[in-house]
């Protein structure tokens, strides 16, 4: 539906209707706003339509920190949607011209649909880069961190994000509240509740209003709180999806728990290793000593028996040429 107001929009403006991008309706800066997300790039070009994974260069470690990049790269851009999405609500919230209101949603919705889409992909990456085996001698301590990183500045994102819906939905609600103060000043505090709630407040909005004295005036404040329900639902949809991100990003860190206790295990493993072989080690040592001191006490016993058979024979030579 936002696809074919925004056509429709499109149309109407190449049919030569001015727009005053100053107005107080905001429709030219919603319609450049627009014209600015067909193409939301990362500064080098690269549109986050449909990201593709880093480059791969055959090393891994290279492959490694160029898909690290590239996620803090959507990530960032994650933030500049949330920022433009406030922008968005709060325009929205200051339209009452029910054309430029039009325009506001149309342009919020395809914004939040974009930002949802880049959230979903920024989650699959990290999740596919957390998946990746480690290679023969690459430092696993590192790559546990880079990871750990990377999430936590996706949830701060998504944090930021979260409070940005809470913060307007109360806000939409404020204003629902005031627009049903102006057809029925003297409503309970029930009523209001129904009436922004939603819960069987369109009944009373229109009690309310058939008994009001400003009817033309109430009829506004009819249709604006029907479109702020609209909207207060939008922004339930979208708190129910960062619920589940969260939840998303929960598991993976428990993977990634997993991940490190292995980490730890086969360090631990190392270490063992490494311990053993200092200790055989020591003991090759002290073998290798004893075998020298033995081949010396040897060298000398054979020189001792040397010496003395020399003596024998001599003396028995000697003797010998007595006789």
Not at 193 to 208: E, L, P, R, T, Y
Not at 266 to 288: C, I, N, R, Y
């Amino acid at each position: 539906m936002a696809r074919d107001r925004l056509a429709a929009m499109r149309a109407q403006r190449q049919g030569g209707q001015p727009s005053n991008p100053a107005s107080p309706t905001g429709g030219g800066y919603e319609m450049s706003s627009l014209q600015q997300r067909d193409q939301i790039t990362n500064g080098s070009g690269a549109s986050y339509g449909g990201p593709a994974a880093a480059t791969a260069t055959g090393d891994p470690t290279t492959d490694f920190f160029n898909e690290v990049s590239s996620i803090r790269g959507m990530i960032e851009q994650l933030d500049v949607n949330v920022g433009r999405v406030s922008d968005m609500h709060a325009r929205l919230l200051n339209n009452t011209d029910e054309s430029a209101m039009k325009q506001s949603e149309a342009v919020l919705d395809e914004l939040v649909g974009e930002t949802r889409g880049l959230s979903a992909q920024i989650k699959n990456r990290i999740a596919d880069l957390q998946k990746q085996p480690v290679p023969p001698g690459q430092n696993a301590a590192i790559r546990v961190n880079q990871l750990k990183l990377l999430r936590e500045k996706f949830v701060e994102a998504l944090q930021n994000y979260q409070r940005v819906e809470q913060d307007y939905r109360k806000k939409y609600r404020e204003r629902v509240e005031r627009q049903f103060r102006i057809v029925k000043p003297d409503a309970t505090p029930e009523e209001v509740k129904a009436v922004v709630d939603n819960d069987d407040g369109q009944a009373i909005f229109s009690q309310a209003l058939m008994s009001s004295t400003r009817y033309d005036v109430g009829r506004a404040a009819y249709r604006e709180v029907q479109g702020r329900h609209e909207e207060i639902l939008k922004i339930e949809n979208t708190l129910a999806e960062l619920a589940q991100l969260f939840n998303d990003m929960s598991l993976l860190v428990q993977q990634q728990d997993d991940i490190i206790n292995q980490v730890e295990i086969q360090a631990g493993q190392v270490e063992t290793d490494v311990e053993k072989g200092l200790e055989q080690t020591g003991k090759a040592v002290d073998s290798a000593r004893r075998a020298r001191r033995m081949r010396w006490i040897c060298f000398f016993i054979t020189l001792i028996i040397l010496a003395v058979v020399a003596i024998v024979v001599g003396v028995v030579v000697s003797q010998n040429t007595r006789n």
